[in-house]
């Protein structure tokens, strides 16, 4: 599974940005697919994810103002980003997950908030 993400860019504080991603090569055993994203000087940490049986998850300093969303025709997942703030900086890598915790990810996109 290849993964390519796209989107980031630098918005101003109150902002919104969409990332997307797309997916290719054998998608059929992909259970879920998820964005991650890693601050300046910090760990990767999980903010979004969505299963094939429609579950969601998401970080709490994100719940309300991100939304991920999924287009399977196209094999592609996307994060709407809205009221960005300084904090929400990092660069957001996209996963596809399948069984037996196996996990794939895409080169990462940057998102910079900032007046």
Known sequence: VQLVESGGGLVQPGGSLRLSCAASGNTASVIAMAWYRRPPGKQRVLVAKTSNDGV?????????????SRDGAKNTVYLQMNSLQPGDTAVYYCNAEEPADLNYWGRGTQVTVSP
Do not use: E, H
Not at 56 to 68: E, L, Q
């Open 56 to 68: 969601t998850y998401y970080a709490d300093s994100v719940k309300g103002r991100f939304t991920i």
